[in-house]
């Protein structure tokens, strides 16, 4: 609205529109089944809790799995200097430069940070071990160093070109995805609006009824009903590159 308002004339009123993102719910689940002979013999698997620690690991795992699919299918990928993942050689691993590129794309976008001004990056640990060994103009922040402790992130590693990184294994590997057989590494940037998750029934334990005369089988598992999907393509950036420990 640039234009000056005329002093004795009202503004028109202007229609909000709306867009539509559509996520399809699916069932997601595992289990296992507990046997008189397990819980007697084995020494780790000897109680109930310990069976539901392993089951709820199943539960998460597979969750980060499923919202990483919905961030592989969306957003812009990047592909280094390379012109295709394809092209990608040992020698393509991340740098300051790269990861400043990817925030001017997302501010440029007017995609809103995910904290103060900040935006958000998971990365994988072979691919933080390259950025932490960058020289280049900039420095980088501990999470340990920030002023206020209580707002690191789970698994924050700190803080580089005004990007904040949390370092997950369950970042994208794609073995021989590169050239000569070269594993190539997703590094997820992002701020708001960057997924969105329908969620029917959240994920929860589920103790299965004991059917066996003897009452020997006890069934253990996890459900949930949901749902991912890339809810803004600008809010999402996804560098493809090489690591220096990787597989090469």
Sequence with gaps: ATTALTETVDVDAVGLSDSLVTVTPAEYG??????????????????????????????????????????????????????????????????????????????????MPWDGSSYGAVIHPDVAYDLKSETGDGSWTAAAQYSDASRIWNDEI????????????????????????????????????????????????????VTDKLMRFQPLGWHTYAGWSVLRSAALRRLITASTIGSN
């Excluded at 904040?164 to 794609?174: D, G, H, L, T, Y």
């Excluded at 997703?186 to 997924?195: A, H």
């Design 30 to 111: 595992n289990a296992v089944l507990l046997t008189i002979r397990i819980r007697t013999d084995d020494f780790l698997i000897g109680f109930d809790a310990d069976v539901a620690n392993l089951l709820n690991y199943n539960m998460v795992d597979t969750i980060d799995r499923l919202a990483r699919n919905a961030l592989d299918a969306g957003g812009t990928e990047v592909t280094h200097t390379a012109t295709a993942e394809t092209d990608i050689t040992a020698s393509d691993d991340i740098t300051v430069a790269l990861v400043r590129q990817q925030r001017a794309a997302l501010r440029k976008a007017s995609v």
């Design 158 to 209: 700190g803080t580089y070109a005004n990007v904040r990184f949390i370092e997950s294994p369950r970042a994208k590997i794609n073995t021989d995805g590169g050239a000569s057989s070269v594993d190539t590494y997703t590094t997820y940037f992002f701020g708001q609006e960057m997924l969105a998750k329908a969620e029917s029934i959240a994920p929860h334990m589920v103790l299965g009824p």
